[in-house]
Nanobody
Framework: VRLVESGGGLVQAGGSLTLPCTTA????????MGWYRQAPGKERELVAA???????YYTDAVKGRFTISRDNAKNTLYLRMNSLKPEDTAMYYC?????????????WGQGTQVTVSS
């Protein structure tokens, strides 16, 4: 599955960004999709994930601030990020797979940079 992220940029702390991830084919055929991020010198972490039947997953650091959603008509996965903090600065990647456990080895996009200034 080909994935293309966009929407990154520079934003002040407290601001918002929405990251779209567009799929080459029908998003309905993808059981699980998620957003990862990796900051310089840090390990990659799963930020949010969405499946067809389970409740969305969010890492504790973003609960209440980030929202993952799908627009089936546009074949697009979104990550809405509110109340951004400098520690949210990272490269954000979209991923797709058949199940949550296999997301790390699934399809990935090229990433989009998010920089939050204090």
């Amino acid at each position: 599955v080909r994935l293309v992220e966009s929407g990154g940029g520079l934003v002040q702390a407290g601001g918002s960004l929405t990251l779209p991830c567009t799929t080459a084919g029908s998003i309905l055929s993808i059981p699980v999709m998620g957003w990862y991020r990796q900051a310089p010198g840090k390990e990659r972490e799963l930020v949010a994930a969405s499946g067809s039947s389970e409740s969305p997953y969010y890492t504790d650091a973003v609960k209440g601030r980030f929202t993952i959603s799908r627009d089936n008509a546009k074949n697009t996965l979104y990550l809405r990020m509110n109340s951004l903090k400098p520690e949210d600065t990272a490269m954000y990647y979209c991923a797709a797979s058949t199940e949550l456990a296999s997301l790390p080895s699934g399809s990935w996009g090229q990433g989009t940079q998010v920089t939050v200034s204090s």
